[in-house]
């Protein structure tokens, strides 16, 4: 399987470079498991695709301002950093650029207090990272840091808080990446799915280099992903059983959500817990064993995330969907519209 099987044109205009004026009111495909185009309607419709008894999974990780500036000392040189997972009390995985002017060694300084160390190298061309002072971290990130908005948007939003889900949960910060599929629900959109009959579960999975990393191997399957770590607890293993159970359909919001639900699929089944990182890679072929359904955004050509989407429903018919699409001018990535496969 070749990864330019999965490469796809998209007019520049048609990429969204801000959020849609309401959350809910970004435009939603729907497409059958088949790969069959359902409908179009406004997100704030999703009921209507819904049933009482049907569980919603979603990933409350919450996006830090994790893009720093800083400049290496004795040299000045400013090097850009990006956060992505925490290795333990002010240690840090992180990508760095630009790489080759940070040694082993290296210190870059972010302000009159801030320093950060580099200490080993990374698999995937970063670099670990040690903060100094001891726990003054995350204060200086609220006060230093930015959102890591991806290089395909050009303006930072007017609002901050719109890459950011309304479910996010302040005590699992860690993401350097928001779970896009999310950006399009409100507290109403919420409340309206649980009077309706709809559950709602939550995990959390921290967006890093594994779900945005492009694919730069001719050969899918050569692809190594990277680790991101994912928590789901044992009340929402057993709930996610039991609406199996009823007949109910376990439909994950986002490719971050079905990725920890498919590497958690043992301990779910086993109605336990999971905590642990993850590499899993989805692609077609995949036996998907835990979703039946999924809400998502429409993904940049030739990433793990089109890849992921495929597995459920077909190469062609993602394709296909993509053409419908964007001959109907759906905006596309993070600040773009979304389509539901249920």
Same mark, same amino acid.
């Given at each position: 399987? !070749?990864?330019? =099987?999965?490469?796809?044109? %998209?007019?520049?205009?048609?990429?969204? @470079?801000?959020?849609?004026?309401?959350?809910?009111?970004?435009?939603?495909?729907? *497409?059958?498991? &088949?790969?069959?185009?359902?409908?179009? %309607?406004?997100?704030? @419709?999703?009921?209507?695709?819904?049933?009482?008894?049907?569980? $919603? /999974?979603?990933?409350?990780?919450?996006?830090?301002?994790?893009?720093?500036?800083?400049?290496?000392?004795?040299?000045?040189?400013?090097?850009?950093?990006?956060?992505?997972?925490?290795?333990?009390?002010?240690?840090?995985? +992180?990508?760095?650029?630009?790489?080759? !002017?940070?040694?082993?060694?290296?210190?870059? !300084?972010?302000?009159?207090?801030?320093?950060?160390?580099?200490?080993?190298?990374?698999?995937?061309?970063?670099?670990?990272?040690?903060?100094?002072?001891?726990?003054?971290?995350?204060?200086?990130?609220?006060?230093?840091?930015?959102?890591?908005?991806?290089?395909?948007?050009?303006?930072?939003?007017?609002?901050?808080?719109?890459? @950011?889900? /309304? #479910?996010?949960? &302040? =005590?699992?910060?860690?993401?350097?990446?928001?779970?896009?599929?999310?950006?399009?629900?409100?507290?109403?959109? $919420?409340?309206? *799915?649980?009077?309706?009959?709809?559950?709602?579960?939550?995990?959390?999975?921290? /967006?890093?280099?594994?779900?945005?990393?492009?694919?730069?191997?001719?050969? /899918?399957?050569?692809?190594?992903?990277?680790?991101? #770590?994912?928590?789901?607890?044992?009340?929402?293993?057993?709930?996610?059983?039991?609406?199996?159970?009823?007949?109910?359909?376990?439909?994950?919001?986002?490719?971050?959500?079905?990725?920890? *639900?498919?590497?958690?699929? &043992?301990?779910?089944?086993? !109605?336990?817990?999971?905590?642990?990182?993850?590499?899993?890679?989805? #692609?077609?072929?995949? =036996?998907?064993?835990?979703?039946?359904?999924?809400?998502?955004?429409?993904?940049?050509?030739?990433?793990?995330?089109?890849?992921?989407? +495929?597995?459920?429903?077909?190469?062609?018919?993602?394709?296909?969907?993509?053409? #419908? +699409?964007?001959?109907?001018?759906?905006?596309?990535?993070?600040?773009? =519209?979304?389509?539901?496969?249920?």
């Amino acid at each position: 399987m !070749r990864t330019s =099987d999965f490469n796809y044109d %998209l007019p520049e205009e048609l990429i969204a @470079q801000e959020p849609a004026d309401q959350r809910d009111h970004s435009n939603l495909l729907v *497409l059958n498991r &088949s790969g069959d185009i359902v409908d179009d %309607l406004k997100f704030y @419709q999703l009921k209507k695709y819904l049933r009482p008894g049907d569980r $919603l /999974v979603f990933n409350n990780s919450k996006v830090i301002p994790a893009r720093l500036y800083g400049e290496k000392e004795i040299s000045g040189i400013e090097i850009e950093i990006l956060l992505l997972n925490e290795l333990g009390p002010d240690r840090w995985e +992180a990508l760095v650029k630009p790489g080759r !002017r940070v040694k082993i060694g290296t210190k870059i !300084r972010f302000d009159d207090e801030l320093v950060a160390e580099a200490l080993e190298y990374t698999d995937f061309g970063g670099r670990v990272l040690e903060f100094k002072p001891s726990g003054n971290l995350q204060a200086k990130l609220n006060q230093l840091g930015e959102m890591p908005l991806p290089p395909y948007i050009k303006k930072k939003p007017e609002n901050p808080d719109r890459y @950011q889900t /309304v #479910y996010a949960d &302040s =005590d699992k910060e860690g993401s350097a990446a928001a779970p896009t599929a999310g950006l399009h629900f409100t507290e109403e959109i $919420l409340k309206e *799915l649980e009077d309706y009959g709809v559950d709602l579960s939550y995990l959390t999975l921290h /967006v890093g280099l594994g779900t945005f990393r492009p694919v730069k191997v001719d050969d /899918v399957e050569e692809h190594d992903m990277h680790e991101e #770590y994912y928590e789901i607890d044992k009340e929402t293993a057993n709930d996610i059983m039991n609406t199996k159970k009823n007949g109910g359909r376990v439909i994950s919001v986002g490719t971050t959500s079905v990725r920890a *639900l498919e590497s958690a699929a &043992s301990s779910i089944m086993n !109605r336990v817990g999971a905590k642990a990182w993850t590499d899993i890679f989805i #692609y077609p072929g995949y =036996d998907f064993k835990i979703i039946d359904g999924l809400l998502t955004n429409f993904h940049l050509p030739e990433s793990t995330l089109i890849m992921l989407v +495929a597995a459920l429903i077909g190469k062609e018919e993602v394709l296909d969907a993509y053409n #419908y +699409a964007i001959e109907n001018n759906y905006r596309f990535y993070s600040f773009g =519209d979304a389509m539901i496969i249920i």
